[in-house]
């Protein structure tokens, strides 16, 4: 299995996840009016969950080998992760915390810090400072700590026991730090079990493992259990899953009168442990199995703009958002598509050759 046959369709999926995180962003429906359609386009931040399990498969199908703990392999690891998340992000949170400062939107004292939090991605440990500056870079506070602990990881993750094992013990790591910011409070950092299982890795280590899992069926390093009917049926199986993840979330939501079903523990195991299982075996689908949403994703208009979609979700609740509702227009569906071209705009003249131009600079040759 090599990398041109997987990356094309989950790519592709990269988009369209995005894109309902998009509409879930700028849910265009009133409460007051429309009340189930607004209560249900609210569950789409579980798009989320893609980027986490389709992060634990990629880092693991591609950089397997940082578990020997190589010098020069590991440099270029993290030289490759930097690269990829955060020259764009310096410059859009640096531009968003200019922009703020010069509408004086907070005290010098307190731009200083909310920039400090937000560039070092902090932010995404507190309950009190997660949704500053570019509202969606707390879910990179996740992928970043992945990133660092990823060698740790695949060190100790052979199969499948020692990968539960790591699941729990991150479980585990997340319980405590909560229960010492409980007793030594600090900046609402860990604030209760509820943010832990939301907002941090240590809640989200169940997605990645599943990506993690898929990739060890991919590389053969497990037996593929997905193998005969699960197989053949995986397409249907997943968006069923799927489907009806967004379903008892949209249920759970609305006969506790929350925003979001993640509010409760019920719906925390529904969006944590149901909807990554169904996530996996769609991946596993467009990788082994032809289908129309294969076709579909795979095609080079969904492969260009999946390429482009870590600067459209920066892009799509920053200063630029403001601008064009400003200069453009304030319709919705307009303003969506203006996203994705400024967006693809942005890949292409930065975000790209940035990328290209840290990895020349600082990659070590073997």
Same mark, same amino acid.
């Given at each position: 299995?090599?990398?041109?046959?997987?990356?094309?369709?989950?790519?592709?999926?990269?988009?369209? &996840? /995005?894109?309902?995180? !998009?509409?879930?962003?700028?849910?265009?429906? +009133?409460? *007051? $009016?429309? =009340?189930?359609? %607004?209560?249900?386009?609210?569950?789409?931040?579980?798009?989320t969950n893609f980027f986490f399990v389709l992060?634990?498969?990629?880092?693991?199908?591609?950089?397997?080998?940082?578990?020997?703990?190589?010098?020069?392999?590991?440099?270029?690891?993290?030289?490759?992760?930097?690269?990829?998340?955060?020259?764009?992000?310096?410059?859009?949170?640096?531009?968003?915390?200019?922009?703020?400062?010069?509408?004086?939107?907070?005290?010098?004292?307190?731009?200083?810090?909310?920039?400090?939090?937000?560039?070092?991605?902090?932010?995404?440990? &507190? /309950?009190?400072?997660? !949704?500053?500056?570019?509202?969606?870079?707390? +879910?990179? *506070? $996740?992928? =970043?700590?992945? %990133?660092?602990?990823?060698?740790?990881?695949?060190?100790?993750?052979?199969?499948?026991?020692?990968?539960?094992?790591?699941?729990?013990?991150?479980?585990?790591?997340?319980?405590?730090?909560?229960?010492?910011?409980?007793?030594?409070?600090?900046?609402?950092?860990?604030?209760?079990?509820?943010?832990?299982?939301?907002?941090?890795?240590?809640?989200?280590?169940?997605?990645?493992?599943?990506?993690?899992?898929?990739?060890?069926?991919?590389?053969?390093?497990?037996?593929?259990?997905?193998?005969?009917?699960?197989?053949?049926?995986?397409?249907?199986?997943s968006l069923v899953i799927i489907i009806m993840?967004?379903?008892?979330?949209?249920?759970?939501?609305?006969?506790?009168?929350?925003?979001?079903?993640?509010?409760?523990?019920?719906?925390?195991?529904?969006?944590?442990?149901?909807?990554?299982?169904?996530?996996?075996?769609?991946?596993?689908?467009?990788?082994?199995?032809?289908?129309?949403?294969?076709?579909?994703?795979?095609?080079?208009?969904?492969?260009?703009?999946?390429?482009?979609?870590?600067?459209?979700?920066?892009?799509?609740?920053?200063?630029?958002?403001?601008?064009?509702?400003?200069?453009?227009?304030?319709?919705?569906?307009?303003?969506?598509?203006?996203?994705?071209?400024?967006?693809?705009?942005?890949?292409?003249?930065?975000?790209?050759?940035?990328?290209?131009?840290?990895?020349?600079?600082?990659?070590?040759?073997?």
């Amino acid at each position: 299995m090599t990398q041109k046959k997987i990356i094309p369709a989950l790519t592709g999926i990269r988009a369209i &996840s /995005a894109y309902f995180i !998009f509409f879930f962003h700028l849910n265009f429906f +009133s409460p *007051s $009016v429309h =009340e189930n359609l %607004y209560t249900f386009l609210n569950q789409f931040y579980c798009f989320t969950n893609f980027f986490f399990v389709l992060s634990g498969f990629l880092i693991y199908y591609r950089y397997s080998d940082i578990s020997a703990l190589n010098k020069t392999v590991l440099h270029n690891y993290f030289v490759d992760r930097i690269a990829r998340i955060y020259p764009i992000l310096l410059i859009l949170i640096s531009a968003t915390f200019l922009t703020a400062y010069y509408h004086h939107y907070y005290s010098n004292k307190e731009t200083i810090k909310l920039y400090l939090l937000n560039i070092t991605l902090l932010k995404g440990f &507190s /309950a009190q400072y997660w !949704f500053t500056g570019i509202t969606p870079s707390w +879910s990179l *506070s $996740v992928e =970043e700590l992945f %990133y660092l602990l990823a060698p740790l990881i695949f060190l100790y993750a052979k199969n499948i026991s020692s990968l539960i094992k790591t699941v729990l013990i991150l479980y585990g790591i997340g319980l405590l730090l909560t229960l010492i910011f409980h007793y030594f409070p600090f900046e609402n950092f860990f604030d209760n079990l509820l943010f832990t299982s939301y907002f941090t890795f240590f809640g989200r280590a169940f997605e990645f493992a599943c990506g993690i899992f898929l990739g060890m069926v991919v590389k053969g390093k497990i037996k593929n259990c997905f193998e005969g009917s699960i197989g053949k049926n995986s397409l249907y199986i997943s968006l069923v899953i799927i489907i009806m993840s967004i379903i008892f979330l949209y249920l759970i939501a609305k006969n506790n009168n929350i925003d979001h079903g993640t509010y409760s523990w019920t719906g925390m195991g529904v969006n944590n442990i149901l909807l990554p299982i169904g996530i996996t075996i769609l991946f596993y689908s467009l990788i082994y199995y032809k289908s129309l949403l294969q076709r579909f994703l795979s095609s080079n208009l969904m492969v260009q703009l999946g390429n482009s979609t870590y600067s459209f979700y920066l892009l799509h609740t920053s200063f630029v958002l403001s601008y064009i509702f400003k200069f453009i227009s304030k319709n919705i569906f307009i303003t969506f598509i203006c996203m994705i071209i400024f967006s693809f705009i942005f890949h292409k003249l930065v975000e790209q050759p940035l990328a290209l131009l840290v990895r020349k600079r600082f990659r070590k040759t073997q």
